[in-house]
């Protein structure tokens, strides 16, 4: 079954520590007054515009297999399609922090505010992800509650456009789970809009089905190494 989340604001709000990184600069020290004001600044622009809201359906393995093979351009082989059949649980999801805040970056940028601005496009990518995590942790305590998760089942979202997953796979994941109703789009290119919206595809079950290396083809052009990261954190959690 489908269900829309409205998230409440203050959990997708970032830290200023989160912002800082996601700029590039320290976030160990004093930032000084400039940064400051425009991170105060950046948080009250996002604070006054932002609309986060999600929406998530549990799919099984043989739905979920026909939506990622998608067009037919994935990587083969890939990390989900050896993760997702070992899966306890699988939902479909897709998350937002909605429109005004991208119109908000774009005219500040047109207006010349170029450092509010980047400042601004940064607090809000933090919050897309925030929004992620909040719908994380809403599909884990539903499973939890109808038995079908434990307290030692985690989940980890994978995104098409990553890890082999063909950015076309967005045609199918909106198919099957219409994010429109929460106000995303999937543009010609598959580019979402708003832009600060995410996709794709929960997999819940033990940490270690999502512990892989990444010796794939295409990891040598990932630019990131999250996935890393993000298994090391799943991995470490009680």
Not at 63 to 75: C, L, M, S, V
């Amino acid at each position: 079954m489908r269900r829309i989340v409205e998230i409440p604001l203050e959990e997708v709000v970032p830290t200023a520590e989160a912002v800082l990184r996601s700029l590039g600069g320290p976030s160990d020290r004093d930032a000084g007054a400039r940064v400051e004001q425009l991170l105060r600044e950046a948080l009250e622009e996002f604070r006054a515009e932002a609309e986060p809201r999600g929406i998530y359906a549990g799919v099984d393995a043989v739905e979920f297999a026909t939506i990622y093979a998608g067009e037919g351009d994935n990587e083969a082989p890939s990390p989900l399609l050896e993760i997702f059949p070992r899966a306890d649980r699988l939902a479909l999801f897709a998350a937002t922090v909605g429109g005004q805040v991208s119109d908000r970056i774009a005219a500040l940028f047109d207006e010349g505010s170029l450092a509010l601005g980047a400042t601004l496009d940064a607090v809000a990518s933090e919050a897309t992800e925030l929004a992620g995590v909040h719908l994380d942790r809403v599909a884990l305590e539903e499973a939890r509650s109808e038995g079908t998760a434990d307290a030692d089942t985690r989940v980890l979202r994978y995104s098409p456009g990553y890890c082999g997953w063909n950015i076309t796979g967005q045609r199918a994941l909106f198919a099957a789970l219409d994010p429109g109703a929460i106000g995303i789009e999937l543009t010609a290119s598959c580019l979402m809009q708003p832009l600060k919206s995410i996709s794709g595809v929960m997999v819940m079950g033990p940490a270690e089905i999502h512990d892989f290396a990444a010796d794939y083809g295409f990891c040598s052009d990932c630019r990131t190494k999250d996935c890393r990261l993000r298994i090391r954190e799943l991995k470490s959690r009680d």
